[in-house]
Every structure is written in structure tokens, then in C-alpha cells.
């Protein structure tokens, strides 16, 4: 007896969808993952990076609101004559004030919640 079998390995029928099958799963993986990152990775991507951004503009808004009124202060105090120090005080208060009626006053007002009637 011949211990060689008649038939190749590669010979036999239906070997060639067992070759694609590494090919066929990592193609699926591969699929999923994509729709995991389009699905959920990048919506929180753009989200994180807008709460970031959003945080560091307004820290050097806040900053910049700060030094400009100080440079105000300082440059009103030098030059009102009889270095009065409260006119400026008084001058860069009234400016916060205007600006925070005008602020006030674009304000959108609450809705009032629907009252419901419990039984």
C-alpha cells in the first residue's frame, strides 16, 4: 500500500473558501471597527476637542479681560490730574456695569416648565 493519498490537499473541493476564511474575518473585524469609530470614537473626538478649545479660549478671554482692565486703571490713574484714584475706579466700574446691563438686557428669558396634574 501506497501511504501517498490519491487527492492533493490542494485538490480537494471547497479548500479554497477555508484560505479566505483568515482574509474573510479579518475583513470583518476590520468592518467593525470602522463603524465602532464612525459611531462613537469620532463624535466624542469633535466633542472633547470642542470642551477643550472652548475652556482655553475662555481662560484667555477671562485673562485678557483682566489685563485690559487693569491697563485701564493704571493708565487713568496716572493721567487724571490730581491723581484722583477713585475716578478711575469709578470710570472702569461704570463700564462693567453698562456692559453687564447690556448683557442683561440680551439675555433670553426661561421658559416656564408645563405644569402637570398628577391623578
Not at 473541493?13 to 483568515?22: E, F, I, N, R, T
Not at 475583513?27 to 472633547?48: E, M, Y
Request: hydrophobic share 50%; aromatic share 6%; charged share 15%.
Amino acid at each position: 500500500m501506497d501511504p501517498k493519498p490519491e487527492h492533493r490537499a490542494s485538490s480537494l473541493p471547497g479548500l479554497s473558501a477555508l484560505d479566505d476564511l483568515p482574509t474573510k474575518g479579518a475583513d470583518a473585524v476590520d468592518a467593525v471597527v470602522d463603524f465602532i469609530q464612525d459611531k462613537a470614537v469620532r463624535p466624542l473626538t469633535l466633542a472633547t476637542r470642542g470642551i477643550v478649545f472652548g475652556i482655553i479660549v475662555f481662560a484667555a478671554s477671562v485673562v485678557t479681560v483682566v489685563l485690559l482692565s487693569i491697563t485701564l486703571i493704571r493708565l487713568l490713574t496716572v493721567y487724571i490730574p490730581g491723581n484722583r484714584v477713585w475716578v478711575s475706579d469709578l470710570i472702569v466700574g461704570t463700564l462693567f456695569v453698562v456692559g453687564g446691563f447690556l448683557a442683561w438686557s440680551q439675555r433670553m428669558a426661561r421658559s416656564a416648565p408645563a405644569a402637570t396634574g398628577a391623578p
